[in-house]
């Protein structure tokens, strides 16, 4: 890292009151002997750190998922994006959405969107965004090719007009519409420039042009990608000039690299590594956000016995969360109930409404007796092994397959480990012939932006409703109809109510057994600052406020 100004970062008490936010989670910087990792506090995340107030040249940053295969956000979803292309609503540290290139964005009647540009809003190249720029936009999400096409999916047709208004007509209210704003599905492109493009835009040789605050610079193929601060950014200019992207994968190689100042940063750093980043000779601090991510397994299909729902929750009786989080995720995560985490309600409107019927739901508990007792209902052959999938070269998920192996020998079943390369690994969710033979896939996940129904739509409703995830063939009429009338409610108590009603028949049936909540991992150099540290980095520029104290 270059800088014009080098400073320590320090905490003092003197400093504001985010300040000390941001220093709470961060982890300590002496270990313990204690055979259990130290507990933080859920209270005490960290969203984001407080703004920087000094300019700085350069700053390296490790993508520890490998180099993107495109920056297009309606293909994509990594940590580059998010500061390269403004959303029209930004999702905030704390994941509340705010008005980001829309002025304004509401529904003015139940199936009528009104999108208001904001003024003064220019791409990179100096032409103004325009509402026919929203409308490009937005209809590039209107195709299965979209990862954003479940919330589009009910629009029936996109209108502009000269005065910077966009006029979105749905077949029915939407309730995941305006939550889709504020991520990928909200990306604002320039339409001249994608015209011009084509299919290669936002691949190494297409390039793209946005208007977030920084621009694309520089995309070397296999080395780095680098990214040039936008000077005319709407919302103020950032303080780092250049940020140059390297891909690390390697778990061992990140955490040396970054302990050792080599790099400046990286987000979804292993936990595995904690102690190292804890240490007192380290060039930067761990800093633990909130986050949607969560660790799960789940079935792959019909004809496994893993589809049998009292398999799976016998499973879950057998699994120890404590000790997975203290193995797994070192302390760094929590128990979580169910697939859908709390923080994606954290900032909606019925909040409490969700957090109430959340707490109302079982919490995981170790049972063996109970757990053999379903084996022994369920009548499946235990004599055959049951095959689990995990991506291969990562610690958590030979750990977490270990888990899970053992405890499947606890009530009697036997599970054998099929660790695929991560690029095999990804095809599975994909290409359905690639799960043949295969059980149980476990994996991670998050959601981007705020809204309960992402995991659900995906996981339990029919394949015609959005169910590209439900293997298994999962069908309960109950559920289908409850998270449609939470999806097309026209408002947020209605909505919420048929959500719980919904959660409260298909969280014990664990499509997904969820083994915990992580916590969002950042390792940043102690002479910087300004980021946001929760899951928000995926939706909204991070790097905005990055630079030094």
């Known amino acids: 890292m270059t800088r014009?100004?080098?400073?320590?970062?320090?905490?003092?008490?003197?400093?504001?009151?985010a300040t000390v936010l941001a220093a709470t989670a961060c982890a300590p910087r002496t270990g313990t002997n204690d055979s259990s990792p130290e507990e933080i506090d859920a209270s005490s995340l960290v969203t984001s750190l407080p703004a920087a107030t000094t300019a700085v040249d350069e700053v390296t940053w490790a993508v520890v998922e490998g180099e993107p295969q495109t920056l297009d956000p309606s293909s994509s979803a990594n940590i580059i994006i998010p500061n390269l292309c403004d959303s029209l609503l930004t999702v905030e540290p704390g994941f509340t959405l705010e008005a980001g290139i829309a002025e304004k964005a509401e529904w003015i009647d139940p199936v009528t969107f009104e999108i208001t540009v904001r003024d003064g809003v220019s791409f990179w190249d100096g032409t103004p965004v325009t509402a026919a720029d929203v409308a490009y936009s937005l209809e590039r999400n209107r195709t299965p090719a979209s990862q954003w096409y479940a919330?589009?999916?009910?629009?029936s047709s996109i209108e502009t007009s000269s005065d910077g208004t966009v006029i979105v007509h749905?077949?029915?209210?939407?309730?995941?519409?305006r939550d889709a704003l504020g991520g990928g599905g909200g990306a604002v492109m320039s339409k001249a420039f994608g015209d011009t493009v084509g299919a290669d835009l936002g691949t190494s040789g297409g390039g793209?042009?946005?208007?977030?605050?920084y621009q694309l610079d520089d995309w070397k193929p296999g080395t780095e990608i680098s990214v040039t601060a936008n000077p005319d950014y709407w919302n103020g200019a950032p303080l780092t000039e250049r940020i140059r992207f390297v891909f690390v994968t390697d778990g061992a190689t990140l955490t040396s690299a970054l302990t050792a100042g080599e790099i400046d940063g990286a987000f979804n750093v292993p936990p595995g590594s904690r102690q190292s980043f804890e240490a007192e000779d380290g060039e930067g601090r761990l800093i633990s956000g909130p986050s949607t991510a969560s660790y799960s397994f789940g079935p792959t299909s019909a004809d496994s016995a893993?589809?049998?729902?009292?398999?799976?929750?016998?499973?879950?009786?057998?699994i120890d969360r404590s000790t997975y989080i203290d193995t797994v995720l070192q302390g760094l995560g929590q128990v979580q109930k169910t697939?859908?985490?709390?923080?994606?309600?954290?900032g909606m409107e019925a909040k409490d409404t969700y957090q109430d019927a959340y707490d109302a739901l079982p919490s995981p508990e170790v049972d063996l007796d109970a757990a053999k007792d379903l084996i022994a209902e369920s009548g499946i052959d235990t004599s055959t092994p049951l095959v689990l999938a995990v991506p291969a070269g990562a610690k958590e998920f030979s750990q977490t397959a270990s888990i899970i192996q053992s405890a499947a020998k606890d009530i009697?079943?036997?599970?054998t480990i099929d660790e695929r390369q991560p690029a095999d690994f990804g095809a599975l969710f994909y290409t359905p012939e690639l799960r043949d033979g295969i059980d149980f896939v476990a994996t991670t996940g998050y959601l981007e932006v705020p809204g309960v129904l992402g995991y659900p739509q995906l996981f339990m409703l029919p394949a015609e409703f959005g169910g590209i995830f439900n293997w298994s063939g999962y069908a309960n009429d109950e559920v289908t109809a409850d998270l449609q009338a939470a999806r097309t409610a026209t408002d947020a108590t209605t909505a919420a109510e048929a959500f719980v009603s919904a959660q409260e028949i298909f969280a014990p049936d664990q499509l997904q057994v969820t083994l915990a909540g992580a916590y969002q991992l950042t390792y940043l150099s102690d002479d910087l600052t300004g980021i946001t540290t929760s899951v928000a980095i995926y939706s909204s520029p991070w790097a905005l406020r990055l630079g030094g104290e």
């Open 4 to 17: 014009t100004t080098r400073r320590r970062f320090t905490v003092a008490a003197a400093l504001a009151t």
């Open 339 to 346: 697939i859908v985490p709390p923080f994606v309600w954290s």
């Open 170 to 177: 749905f077949t029915a209210p939407d309730t995941t519409f």
């Open 151 to 155: 919330a589009f999916a009910l629009i």
């Open 208 to 213: 793209l042009m946005c208007a977030g605050p």
């Open 412 to 415: 009697g079943l036997t599970v």
């Open 306 to 318: 893993a589809a049998d729902p009292r398999v799976r929750q016998a499973l879950s009786l057998a």
